[in-house]
């Protein structure tokens, strides 16, 4: 079974900063994506970051502001968040498009880690 488990969210201060983690285990073939997503109360869900073979994309909102990296090694996905507003308040999801084998993919999603800024 794989799992994605995350860490590092909290509460910080307007312009303050966090770095989120999240680690897949299990077995597995390969991970051809990871990214964060989040989702603010009465909102939808949304994209925050995405890194996929090299190449990272980012939400206007964040950009400037939230670095995505992965250590392809340890499978594991980071979110480097500085200058945080109070409008990045939301539960961040980590999502990652495993393949199963060389022929097959699958999504799977981490737990959510609770994110608050405020003062």
């Known amino acids: 079974q794989v799992q994605l488990v995350e860490s590092g969210g909290g509460l910080v201060q307007p312009g303050g900063s966090l770095r989120l983690s999240c680690a897949a285990s299990g077995r597995f073939y390969s991970i051809d994506a990871m990214g964060w997503y989040r989702q603010a109360p009465g909102k939808q869900r949304e994209l925050v970051a995405i890194?996929?073979?090299?190449?990272?994309n980012y939400a206007d909102s964040v950009k400037g502001r939230f670095t995505i990296s992965r250590d392809n090694a340890k499978n594991t996905v980071y979110l480097q968040m500085n200058s945080l507003k109070p409008e990045d308040t939301a539960i961040y999801y980590c999502n990652a498009q495993i393949r199963a084998t060389a022929w097959s993919t699958f999504d799977r999603w981490g737990q959510g880690t609770q994110v608050t800024v405020s003062s």
């Open positions: 890194s996929t073979a090299g190449i990272t």
